[in-house]
C-alpha cells in the first residue's frame, strides 16, 4: 500500500473513513507511563462512549485515588457498583477508600461483600489474605491509624 493510500486510509479516490480512537486502551497506556492525569481525560473520554463499562469506571477510580481525587474515586467506584453490584474490585477498592476516611462501617461492608466472592486467580490470593486480615482487624476493633490501610 502507498504512502498515499495509507494517509487516506487505504482508499484512493474515496473519502477517508474516519477512525475511533481506543480511549480505554490509551487510557491504560498513559497510566502505565504514570500520567494519571492524561489517563483520566482519556478515561473520561471512553466513558462517554460507554458510561455502563465497570471496567472503565473502576480503573478511572484506580486513577482518581493515585492523583489524591478520593471523593472523585469513591464516586467512580460507587457508579461501578451500581452498574454490577458483584463487582469484587469496586467493592475492594471501595472498602479501602472508605476505611481511610475511618468509616468502618462502610468498609467492613465491602469487604465483607468481597470476601463473598473473590476473585479466584492466582494473583488475586494476596488481595483477599490482605482483605481478611483487615477485616479481622476492623471486626476486634484493631484497626486506628489510617495510614496503615494502604493498598
Request: glycine share 8%.
Amino acid at each position: 500500500m502507498s504512502w498515499w493510500s495509507r494517509l487516506l486510509g487505504g482508499k484512493v479516490g474515496g473519502s477517508p473513513k474516519p477512525q475511533r480512537l481506543d480511549y480505554l486502551s490509551e487510557a491504560l497506556a498513559l497510566e502505565r507511563q504514570g500520567d494519571y492525569d492524561a489517563a483520566l481525560t482519556s478515561y473520561r473520554l471512553a466513558l462517554r462512549d460507554r458510561p455502563n463499562d465497570r471496567r472503565i469506571l473502576q480503573n478511572m477510580a484506580i486513577a482518581f485515588s493515585k492523583t489524591g481525587q478520593i471523593e472523585d474515586a469513591v464516586r467512580c467506584y460507587r457508579r461501578a457498583l451500581e452498574v454490577d453490584p458483584s463487582s469484587s474490585g469496586a467493592h475492594y477498592g471501595l472498602a479501602f477508600l472508605l476505611l481511610k476516611r475511618k468509616d468502618w462501617a462502610g468498609g467492613e461492608y465491602h469487604l465483607e461483600a468481597f470476601l463473598s466472592h473473590p476473585p479466584s486467580s492466582p494473583e488475586a490470593e494476596r488481595w483477599v489474605r490482605h482483605a481478611e486480615t483487615t477485616l479481622g482487624r476492623l471486626q476486634r476493633g484493631e484497626i486506628e491509624v489510617t495510614s496503615e490501610l494502604e493498598t
